[in-house]
């Protein structure tokens, strides 16, 4: 049997209540869905997702540390702690592998304060604005990233 790579998926502060959190905003897709949709991306391209949600920063910086030289790439959707957590950047920068930002909503379009992102320095890629879409995309987007570290 082929070993796939691993791909932690990284959900943050209430991303656990998409579908009822502000569906103007966010879509009415649950998080459980995402991350199906994301799941069968990484059947289909031989990737094995992981997925992680937490509330908690130091939560999210346990699995961005527990995915350190196990893992090929992190998408993570930092939540609100994109435009806060140095010390997510900082985990994120002592990873090893590709990171690949994602954003359900434009965080740049919204209020002010959500077009810094202390998580965007030290990610490879972003995906924002695409709904639910971003999911499998982000998918897409760590395949390709490993295909070019391995053919060029
Ligand atoms: C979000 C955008 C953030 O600004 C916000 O705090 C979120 C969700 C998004 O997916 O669009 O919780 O990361």
Redesign the pocket.
């Known amino acids: 049997m082929t070993v796939r790579p691993i791909v932690s998926l990284l959900s943050?502060?209430?991303?656990n209540l998409l579908g009822e959190r502000e569906p103007e905003v966010?879509g009415t897709d649950r998080l459980d869905e995402l991350v199906e949709a994301a799941t069968r991306r990484g059947e289909q391209l031989g990737l094995s997702i992981e997925h992680v949600q937490s509330n908690h920063e130091g939560d999210l910086v346990d699995a961005v540390q527990s995915a350190r030289g196990r893992t090929a790439a992190i998408i993570i959707?930092?939540?609100?702690y994109?435009?806060s957590s140095w010390a997510l950047h900082d985990a994120l920068a002592a990873y090893d592998g590709h990171v690949v930002e994602l954003?359900?909503?434009n965080?740049a379009g919204?209020e002010p304060w959500?077009s810094t992102s202390v998580v965007a320095p030290v990610a490879t890629a972003t995906i924002?604005g695409l709904g639910a879409a971003g999911y499998p995309l982000a998918v897409d987007a760590v395949a390709s990233l490993l295909a070019l570290d391995r053919d060029g």
């Open positions: 943050g502060p209430n991303l966010y959707n930092p939540a609100a994109t435009h954003h359900l909503s965080p919204r959500r924002s």
